[in-house]
C-alpha cells in the first residue's frame, strides 16, 4: 500500500520501555480518535480482571461513536464516511496499544519487531 504524503497519526509509546513511536497509515487529523482508543484500551488493562474485553470493546466503540454523532450533528454533518474513520480510527488506537502490550509479553516488542508494521488503514488522507 503507497504512503500518503500528508502528515499521519502516531501510535505513541506512552511510557512503555523499548517501544518505538509507530506512524499509522491514517491521516493526522484523526489523531484525537487514536489517542482515544489508546487512552480506552489503558483503561481497560488498568481494570482487569474486573472487566472482560468483549464487553469493554463494545461498550468503549459505542460510546465514542455516540460522542462522534454528537459532535457531527451539533456541526450539521450527518457524518457518514467521516463518522466511520474516525471509529476505524479509535480501533486502530486500541487494538494497537493491547497489540503492542501482548507482543511485549511474547517477547517480541523490540524495535524491530515494529518495522514494517501496517495498520491496513489508510483513513481519510
Known sequence: MPRSPSPRALLRATGEANLP?????ISEQYQFCVDAGVASAAELLANLPSVTLHDHVSLSLNAF???????????????????RTCVDAFTVGYLGYLQRHLMQLAGVAKAHSFAGYDT??????
Do not use: W
Open 21 to 25: 513511536v509507530i506512524e499509522l497509515e
Open 120 to 125: 491496513g488503514f489508510a483513513g481519510h488522507a
Open 65 to 83: 461513536r455516540r460522542s462522534v454523532e454528537i459532535g457531527l450533528a451539533a456541526t450539521g454533518d450527518p457524518g457518514g464516511d467521516l463518522l
